[in-house]
C-alpha cells in the first residue's frame, strides 16, 4: 500500500515552508488528490520534485563555483 503524506509531512521530508508545496500542487507540479479541505500527497510523487533546484536567487556559495571550462577547443 503506497503511503500518503499530508502537506505538513511533505514539506519536512523536502525541507520547505507547507505554502511552497501548496504553490508546487496549484502549479501541477505535485500531483495531490484533495479530501475535504486539505491535500494528500503519495511518497511517490514527492520523489518528482525532491531533486528539483530551490526557487529564487541561487545562494551566494552557488553563485561563487567557478563555471566548469570545456576541453573543447584547447590548446595542447
Avoid: C, F, W
Avoid at 33 to 47: F, K, M, N, W
Wanted: charged share 35%; aromatic share 2%.
Amino acid at each position: 500500500m503506497e503511503k500518503l503524506l499530508s502537506v505538513a509531512e511533505a514539506a519536512e521530508m523536502l525541507g520547505v515552508h507547507r505554502t511552497r508545496i501548496n504553490q508546487l500542487v496549484d502549479s501541477g507540479d505535485l500531483p495531490a488528490t484533495r479530501i475535504g479541505r486539505s491535500y494528500v500527497i503519495r511518497e511517490a510523487d514527492l520523489e518528482k520534485v525532491k531533486d528539483r533546484p530551490a526557487p529564487g536567487r541561487p545562494t551566494k556559495e552557488a553563485a561563487t563555483k567557478p563555471a566548469k571550462k570545456s576541453k573543447k577547443g584547447a590548446a595542447k
